[in-house]
Every structure is written in C-alpha cells, then in structure tokens.
C-alpha cells in the first residue's frame, strides 16, 4: 500500500494548565516526577505517539502550555489519553483546557485536492 493511501496520523493540540500543585514543586522535582510518574507510563504502555512541548504562559493566564502529540492513529491516541488520565499529570498535575484533535490536510484528502500551505512536507 503506497503512502497516499494509507490513514493520516492523528494530531492532538492538548491545551493544559498548570495546577498548584506542579507549580509548588522545584524545578528539578518537576523533571523528576514528570519522568517517572508520565513518561515511563507512556513509554510502557503506548506504541506510535510522539509529543512536543510548548510554554504559553507568558502570552496566556487560560492555558499555560501546549502539549502536541501525533499519534499512528486514532487507536494510539486513544490508548495514550487513557494512559494520561492513570497518571498525575491529569487533574493534579495539570488542567486539561481543551483538546483539539484532528488530521493535516483532511479536506484535501476528502475532495482529492493539493493541500494550500505555506511549507511543503
């Protein structure tokens, strides 16, 4: 099966805040627990996710970071959601604002068109 035809990966814009009790921690405590108690259970149960982290409090009091994940597809993501929500990081950690999920390009795909886009992939 060529590229073209297989499923798009799934994107999820993961809008978070952070809660009091992250933020009562030291950094180097933060990279501690984030390490062990979110990564390790993502890393041992999940298979075809990947994430970037972005900072926004500077510029947001409503959402403090942007987690960005792409997974394989929508099985993955959804494994990794129900990983998320065992671990602190959920509701102790963080504040889940908001999900954005969706495909790149998907109305291009739907009518059989270019995708319009400023960088080529």
Same mark, same amino acid.
């Given at each position: 099966m060529s590229a073209e035809h297989t !499923? &798009? &990966? #799934? %994107? !999820?814009?993961? +809008?978070?805040? %952070?809660?009091?009790?992250? +933020? !009562?921690?030291t950094p180097e405590e933060r990279v501690n627990a984030f390490a062990t108690e979110v990564i390790s259970a993502i890393k041992a149960k999940t298979t075809g996710v990947r994430s970037r982290f972005y900072d926004? =409090?500077?510029?947001?009091?409503? /959402? %403090?970071? #942007?987690? /960005?994940? =792409? !997974?394989?597809?929508h099985e993955a993501y959804q494994l990794l959601?129900? /990983? +998320?929500?065992?671990? &602190?990081?959920?509701?102790?950690?963080f504040e889940i604002v908001d999900l954005l999920v969706g495909t790149e390009n998907g109305y291009a795909r739907t009518y059989g068109l270019d995708p319009v886009a400023t960088i080529s992939t």
């Open positions: !499923a &798009p &990966p #799934v %994107t !999820a814009f993961m +809008l978070i805040k %952070t809660m009091p009790e992250w +933020l !009562a921690m926004t =409090e500077f510029y947001s009091t409503r /959402v %403090t970071d #942007v987690w /960005v994940w =792409e !997974a394989d597809d959601i129900d /990983v +998320l929500r065992e671990t &602190p990081f959920w509701d102790r950690y």
